[in-house]
């Protein structure tokens, strides 16, 4: 087991009817900045359920912020907060409102002249002084509720930037399950294949003897086999189901299952260049390109690609090379399964993305995967087993 | 599954050589009482490294705290403290040491009369002002190292109560493998079937549809099943087993596991009462007690014990009578595997300790367990079960 550091403040509160709670939680007297997306709160009862919890404060609302949060649009944000002194933020939405939350937190104190450089300058962000904020989580997918790590976009330049501060954990967050019971399938598609993918970026790498990490790892993957397809099955979402899928989409994320392990990461590199270029939800992304790397990196992934055979598939006869192919096969039947179609083809990406995509990865000198190994050359033949 | 709040602020510090570390983690200036026990830290090196690692800061010590650590040498402690005027502490030790710097750190600036009020009027504890403190573990068992909880012994009036503070967490805990290695088997023993049993308190009970708790529970008892005999096998100490080990204690009791879960505790408390009247381990008295527990209160956690017996213990045939049997069994054997004996009367006890412990039940009204169904007479029925 390697050495690791761990500590994670955030407080969970959980269950039906626990918005309320958030009264309790912000300091009396805060003036609070109330955020929030493309409007599906307006619907589903939840903000109706947070202004009346926000009553006895001074709230500003700002919502619009999109899927990939935008840089210019949380600048205009950060702006507000500085004319309002807002010194509370709730972010009420999924992982992208609270990434964006994440950014405006940092950036309201941000003494530099550009924003932008909390971003691409981050060894100057040590001891940066953040605004408190808490969460309202919507949509369970990315674990950001939990994590001090954000992930920012800015269309002008075509970047997509992540940051992490060690002060930037959500100082609480509600997780109520009814709050996601009215998601449409596509986004639990994608919530479900994002929270497997995560557990597999910290799980499957290589053995470092760290028992009860690959446990806990595992318990959340086979959790997700068995509840991810009923969750899709269903008419009327079901508390118990959307409440384990919640917990594993936290826990999945939330540094737990990272203490002492390598990372990989892989798949989500190349997944994000699939989105720049043509648009594929994140969800997507991870579901074409994960068994498609396990593939290619069987040799360096074989110990642990076994153990997750047998420990979430039982699978255990066979060669080894017969068993491995049962892996990748049986990770991309589930993926299936969920109704996420895993072919490049199946999107009509083709050779010339590749290339570009490779090609990219050369300029910008880019290794990849818990050794370093995967390589430009390897991302081409990780895609192209994908094709 | 349960509505629940969460929230666990200590950092882990995990790994060899970590004790240097501290230093880092305690505010500079600080007048800092270093508290530790029976004085093996001298003998195995943890001293040295402690106090090198404390070379900048004022440092107090104070040695001696018991197993079952007792009132009245903590509350010398809390004078020191007072009149040192000490503003960090600093437990190096297993769970009593840090239990009973809990105390301490609660008793400083406690502004009753009588310290005894601490644990005897808890309600009046809200809000108490703590001192801060850290740990350096020294004895994987008890899970003190990441929880606020502690439980204090005062031998004059034979009592031993358990107390928790919301703001008595540790603020940080070194966890070093290597500090274990020196520890006696019969430690070790104790603190593996201490852990176990801690998994079991909150995992046994009946199903709430906590799927992700249920299977981190698993993973820490399936990790124990394979860790525990191969760690009393070796002659040198494996530095990852003791690691998987003590991530088990920790985990095993920091809040993660009970999380939206009913709770039984019944083991714990039948076992103190063989503490106080014969003086048995800890970790033998939940050997003799859990397997003749789940054994008699078998229609009430048969779902759970099903599971459990099919996961850790691969028990899929028979009946359901069987199969409850076969786990009983196989729960009992594991105990008696690891050297320690499940039976009252391995160790002389009989029928007239069976009859003082249900007279003591039957006075104080207790009634145990996650229904409350655990009535006295049922503590004499586990009791007999267990002869």
């Known amino acids: ?44 009862g939840i903000y109706d359920q947070v202004k009346a919890a926000l009553k006895d404060f001074q709230v500003v609302e700002f919502g619009g912020i999109e899927a990939n949060p935008e840089y210019d649009t949380l600048v205009r944000a950060v702006h507000i907060c500085r004319e309002q002194q807002i010194d509370y933020l709730l972010a009420v939405g999924g992982g992208s409102v609270i990434d964006g939350t994440k950014f405006i937190a940092a950036a309201i104190h941000y003494p530099g002249a550009s924003l932008w450089d909390i971003l691409v300058r981050q060894e100057n962000n040590r001891g940066l002084q953040t605004v408190p904020f808490g969460t309202v989580l919507t949509l369970p997918a990315t674990g950001s509720e939990m994590n001090c790590g954000a992930v920012i976009s800015r269309r002008e330049l075509k970047e997509k930037f992540p940051f992490s501060l060690p002060n930037n954990y959500p100082q609480f967050s509600v997780l109520d399950p009814t709050a996601c019971f009215s998601l449409p399938k596509r986004q639990l598609v994608n919530g479900i294949v994002d929270t497997f993918v995560h557990v597999m970026e910290q799980y499957l790498t290589y053995p470092v003897n760290a028992m009860i990490q690959d446990r806990f790892s595992e318990g959340i993957l086979q959790t997700l086999v068995e509840i991810g397809p009923e969750i899709l099955r269903r008419q009327t979402p079901d508390y118990d189901l959307m409440a384990n899928f919640m917990l594993s989409a936290t826990f999945g994320l939330n540094g737990l299952i990272a203490i002492g392990v390598p990372e990989d990461w892989a798949s989500h590199m190349i997944g994000h260049e699939l989105t720049a270029l043509h648009g594929l939800d994140h969800g997507v992304t991870l579901a074409v390109v994960f068994p498609a790397l396990i593939d290619v990196m069987r040799a360096e992934k074989k110990e642990k690609m076994l153990q997750y055979g047998e420990r979430v598939w039982n699978i255990t006869s066979g060669s080894e090379d017969e068993r491995l192919d049962a892996v990748v096969k049986a990770t991309r039947d589930f993926f299936e399964s969920l109704g996420v179609k895993t072919r490049l083809s199946d999107y009509g990406i083709g050779t010339d993305t590749i290339r570009t995509i490779t090609e990219r990865f050369t300029q910008r000198g880019t290794r990849l995967g818990e050794h370093g190994t995967v390589l430009p050359e390897t991302v081409g033949r990780i895609l192209n087993n994908a094709l």
Do not use: C, H, W
């Not at 994670?8 to 009264?23: D, E, M, S, W, Y």
């Open 1 to 44: 087991m390697n050495n690791f550091e761990f500590k994670n403040p955030t407080k969970l509160i959980f269950g039906r009817g626990q918005i309320v709670r958030i009264a309790d939680e912000i300091p009396v007297g805060s003036r609070v900045m109330m955020t929030y997306g493309g409007g599906s709160i307006f619907k589903n």
